[in-house]
């Protein structure tokens, strides 16, 4: 089964896409995150492309395990997700996803501005990645 991993933020949205069979996942990209009707669309599109069986989605938990203040807004977003898809929804604790991109990123060739582009989907990554190796 196919599984899109959504790093979701204030400004940016982060996508990798990976197979539950292989345990393996690759960053798709990012997207600003705009208007939630638009978020919508483009991982509906996604999920058909990719034949998505399931959606897995970072959620920011603070270091002792309680909520972050973006805690909220993922919830808004998983919520509004879920009345629109079909496809099962589960929350992954993304604690230190970004610090793996950033450590990821370094790979990359240029500037710090060239590498940020690629941060959320890293983070996507890292995020299918731990939902793989607990599941």
């Given at each position: 089964m196919k599984v899109l991993a959504v790093d979701y933020g204030s400004k940016r949205i982060g996508l990798a896409v990976g197979n539950s069979m292989t345990r393996v996942a690759t960053?798709?990209?990012q997207f600003a995150t705009g208007n939630i009707q638009e978020a919508l669309a483009q991982i509906l599109k996604l999920v058909g492309e990719f034949e998505i069986g399931h959606i897995v989605?970072?959620?920011p938990l603070h270091a002792d395990g309680s909520p972050s203040r973006t805690c909220g807004q993922v919830d808004r977003f998983v919520n509004f997700l879920r009345k629109r898809i079909a496809v099962p929804v589960t929350l992954v604790d993304e604690k230190l996803s970004s610090v793996a991109a950033?450590?990821?990123s370094?790979?990359?060739p240029g500037d710090f501005r060239k590498r940020k582009t690629f941060l959320d989907a890293l983070?996507?990554?890292v995020i299918l990645?731990?939902?793989f190796?607990?599941?």
């Amino acid at each position: 089964m196919k599984v899109l991993a959504v790093d979701y933020g204030s400004k940016r949205i982060g996508l990798a896409v990976g197979n539950s069979m292989t345990r393996v996942a690759t960053p798709l990209g990012q997207f600003a995150t705009g208007n939630i009707q638009e978020a919508l669309a483009q991982i509906l599109k996604l999920v058909g492309e990719f034949e998505i069986g399931h959606i897995v989605v970072g959620y920011p938990l603070h270091a002792d395990g309680s909520p972050s203040r973006t805690c909220g807004q993922v919830d808004r977003f998983v919520n509004f997700l879920r009345k629109r898809i079909a496809v099962p929804v589960t929350l992954v604790d993304e604690k230190l996803s970004s610090v793996a991109a950033e450590e990821m990123s370094r790979d990359i060739p240029g500037d710090f501005r060239k590498r940020k582009t690629f941060l959320d989907a890293l983070a996507a990554q890292v995020i299918l990645q731990k939902y793989f190796e607990h599941s």
